[in-house]
């Protein structure tokens, strides 16, 4: 198989000029420049792109993530909700604002299940981070009008999810907070890197000082509210900054997210059609109203034993094409009985038996549907074989 699954986005070449001038200068930390440093540059373009009065940049997805909770001042131990199918680092930002994680069940579409988000959307529940893993949407409408209700806070964890929409909405603009990443294996690549949005004066006042505006530094991110001053010296400093590097690879790509959605839609959606076809393969569909901007695909295993799963695995990486299974892997950081630093670890069925038959699989926004091809053919060669296992 000579497609490269692992690639990432590549950087423009429009980028290069500035890059050089920008080790020319030097100049990488944000708060030298007086003004229009690249980062708050970015910062204002990226808030723009969205339709949002600010943004955020930081060094991740995590960070954003972490840094919000804390704007929130919640109490000690607060209970935040979080799906139990997303990435490590989600609880983990978390615990590391001293709350505690309530996971709730996800489906075979890989999205929150609505009855169990309800649930266990009790008073004791102090936040609600919806992850959107794998660019997957839960369903937003039903989440808001929950979270409205009884006054909790939404924050959208969109890491996966720029350029995805929800009813012509913008996911990320939905929540008090959106989060997303700019880690090489997403949309846009910046190696590492995330950003968060918000309308909220207070929450982008407390933030940017959390991030590491000491002193006046507030001053140069250009935000257009009389909130900074109040929060100066009243909250810490956590050092989580981007610099100007990064903001010099990533503005360039802002203007190809459109494209990379939309081919990565297509990739995505003709693949899907093929292993529908397949008797043992399906990728569950979109929400209504849901418009997804994938870059990698999803799908499930019917009637396969758990000796033809792992067989899957080995054939497929001896092909050339390694589908990874969230659940067969001893080591998968996105399966929840591996967050072991959860006090008290819940057992989520229905999220572990969708993880044990949930095949994983990057699917580059760049790639051309005759690479789509040579992959759906190496996919069903594999599922073929595998099936062929003796079922233990
Ligand atoms: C990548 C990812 C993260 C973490 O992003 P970082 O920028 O690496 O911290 C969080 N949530 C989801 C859904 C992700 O895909």
Known sequence: MSVNLQKAEPIPASARAAIEEM???????????????????????????????????????????????????????????IPGFTFAAVPSAVVHANCQPVLVEVGDNFRMDMADFEAKLTDEIGAVIVSHMRGHTSDMDTILRLCADRNIPVIEDAAHSLGTTWNGQKIGTMGLVGCFSFQSYKLVNGGEGGILITDDEEIIAKTVIMSGAYENNWQKHGCD????????????????????????????????????????????????ARLNNHPSLHVPPPLPGEHRAPDSIQFLL????????????????????????????TENARVFWNWQFIKDLPELPQTRAMLMRACDLRLPASLSLSDVDLIGDAILASVDQARGEKAA
Do not use: W
Not at 262 to 269: A, P
Not at 314 to 321: W, Y
């Open 302 to 329: 019917n009637g396969m034993s758990d000796t033809q799963a792992q067989a899957l695995m080995a054939i497929s990486a001896n092909a050339g094409l390694p589908i990874q299974i969230f659940g067969q892997h």
């Open 225 to 272: 509210t009389n909130s900074f001053a109040r929060f100066q010296n009243q909250v810490p400093l956590y050092n989580t900054r981007m610099n100007n590097l990064s903001a010099t690879v990533i503005r360039p790509q802002l203007e190809h997210v459109p494209s990379r959605a939309e081919n990565g839609l297509r990739n995505h959606d003709h693949l899907a």
């Open 23 to 81: 080790l020319q200068s030097g100049d990488l930390f944000r708060y030298t420049a007086k003004e229009n440093a690249p980062v708050t540059l970015l910062e204002q373009e990226f808030a723009e792109m969205m339709g949002s009065r600010f943004a955020l940049a930081v060094a991740s997805c995590s960070a954003a993530l972490f840094l919000t909770l804390q704007a929130l001042d919640l109490k000690p131990n607060a209970k935040v909700i």
